[in-house]
């Protein structure tokens, strides 16, 4: 016996394989026992890797698979999970490569298509999945998605082991790609449509995205970027935060659901993008949890892949990768390889690729480092995929920019700003100048700037008008929800035409007005199918969709022939080329106001919208434009877009003249243009029901066309106008306040 609180006893640990030890204390009649394992290693531990594996799951045939972890300077690492009950046993000890860099081991007798969930053991005490496996269990937020969400989810091991684990299955069923010879759109005229699948369907699913195609297909755009889809840490999240970068999040329904909205996409002619986040990851990665500094809870020293700390000291989100790395760099190369041939997208949007290098500062200037770094990536992503889309979110020095963009790849372009306080009509200090949408504006010898007037990032354009809209001007006020609908329409024709790829942000096209602020940046926002259901709003997505199919039927939109008029408030765009020359005016701004359309040439030239004709005599001769009107100009007949009016829209597609009316809204008298020609017209009110409540005849100036009509006395509503000449007539929409 002792009366020390201490007991030291040397175990010469002799035998390999796993050992317990008892210890029984007993005093005064009384016992206590504790008990622990030790461990001793065989002398055959260190052995090559088997011939063609890589880092991850492997699976050599349908019963087994071969586990490879890159852990420098570990010790040793154990292998738990369903296969051995999650039990440390000396069979599951993984062998250490010589060159002390791997750890891997095969296991057999797997039961063909089950799923396994397992860890890995890393010296003793720290638990994490597999960095490349293409499945997690978690269990925190398994739990938290539905049957419906994701079918037969496997369930987490509770009270046999802690932290997120990998899931492996042999066998397991192929998906059959329908679509084998897709073409991908010029990366030059992309029409870009960007959605977070959270927000877009209420079901929040891959496979509820498949009823959003023909929408979409209508709608005109050629390309779909998703947002970060990715295992993200949470269910309910942007995706920006990354921790598994194989594995599609669970919250969106299964990978093969992912597999089939991509082939459904790919048979309608849209590819699809994926939002990448390759600048950092968050604390669930395994990556970041395998060398780990806990006292200062920041990435160790010794990390293969993380800085310790962001050089950026302004803009850093999560835990730095250190893009200079080699082991970054290949982990990056898996990562965009494995994307582009297991799912097939058709490429990337980078986030944040400012960051992508260790020179410190905000990452605005000029990085000959940073160059390198990506066109390094870049020329790794076209290896495997000789057309991928490789999109970056820059936003650096416009020197570094072009030379990005020159070299391929294509570089977002945010003028949401200008487009915004052109849309709400502010124009000071150049502020409604949204020129910078041009690739030859900023000097760059290749259309590949990504123009956007609104992104995930940005302010809706609609809300800035709704909530901040000019309204010096009593009978157009640009806060009223019709008159601010219409200058989406007006900001759309001064975005899709201008030559290069564009993005819109969903629902954009509908005109949507909560903010990005509402219920947090993040956070969920209201999903709006119902505005289909609005007259106004449906004509707006009328709009980008006759735009849009322009764009990428006509050459004159790829031109690098064009100019840009857009420092004052009536604001025109040029376009030229030998199949058809293109100008479109506009006014931006709240009362009426003379426009230099500046024709390339006189002759005859056509109105897109309403389908008048215009011969111009002089070049230099002006046009006035009602506030917030827009007119489309090309010398080659085009057929007139069928746009939507509401209530009555039959008979307007049954007329061939333009009718305008100002103000609107209004509330009293209002001033009716009309391109019906001159002499007696008749003119009727009618309410939406068809009911007249108005009218009369009219003898119209064959200049102006102008007549006067008294609404005093109406209702609150929508009416219709109704004018009809002797060969020709028309039907304009008017709000009564």
Known sequence: GTESNELIYNIIAEDSGLHDVMLTAWAEGESVRDSFQYFVRSGDFYRDLPDGVVDGINYPDDQSAILVLFAPGKEHVFLIGDFNDWQVDPDYLMYKTPNNERFWIEIENLEPRKEYIFQYLVDGELRIADPYTTKTSDPWRDSQISSTVYPDLISYPMGKTTEIASVLQTAKPVYQWQVNDFQKPDQSNLVIYELLVRDFTQCHTFACMLDTLDYLERLGINAIELMPVSEFENNDSWGYNPSFYFAPDKYYGPADDLKAFIDACHARGIAVILDMVLNHSYGQSPLVRLYWDSENERPSVDNPWYNVQSPNSVFSWGYD??????????????????????????????????????????????????????????????????????????????????????????????????????????????KSDFSSISWMKRGWTVPHLVGYMESHDEERLMYECYYWGNTTNPEYRVKDTTVALSRMELAANFFIPIPGPKMIWMFGELGYDYSINYNGRVGRKPIRWDYQSDWRRERVYEVYAVLNQLKQEHLVFTTADYALNFSDTVKRISLNHSTMNVTILGNFGTYPSMGDPEFQHTGWWYELWTGDSLEVIDTRSKIILMPGEYRFYTDIRLDRPDIISGIGSQVLRNRTSKVEIYPNPASGKVMVRTSVTGGLVRYRLLDLQG??????????????????????????GIYLIEVAGARSGGVGKVMVR
């Open 691 to 716: 009911r007249q409540v108005g009218g009369g005849d009219v003898m119209l100036d064959t200049v102006q066309g102008l007549f006067e009509v008294d609404l005093s006395g109406l209702q609150p």
């Open 321 to 430: 990768f250190n893009h200079e790395s080699i082991h970054t760099e290949r982990f990056v190369d898996r990562v965009n390889a494995y994307w582009l041939e297991e799912f097939r997208f058709d490429g990337f949007r980078f986030d944040f690729t400012k960051g992508f290098t260790n020179t410190p500062g905000d990452g605005g200037a000029y990085d000959a480092s940073r160059i390198q770094i990506l066109k390094r990536m870049y020329d790794q992503i076209r290896e495997v995929s000789g057309d991928a889309y490789v999109i970056l979110e820059h936003f650096a020095d416009n020197r570094e920019e072009r030379e990005l963009s020159s070299y391929g790849m294509l570089i977002w372009g945010n003028v949401n700003y200008n487009y915004r306080k052109a849309s709400s009509s502010f124009f000071l200090e150049g």
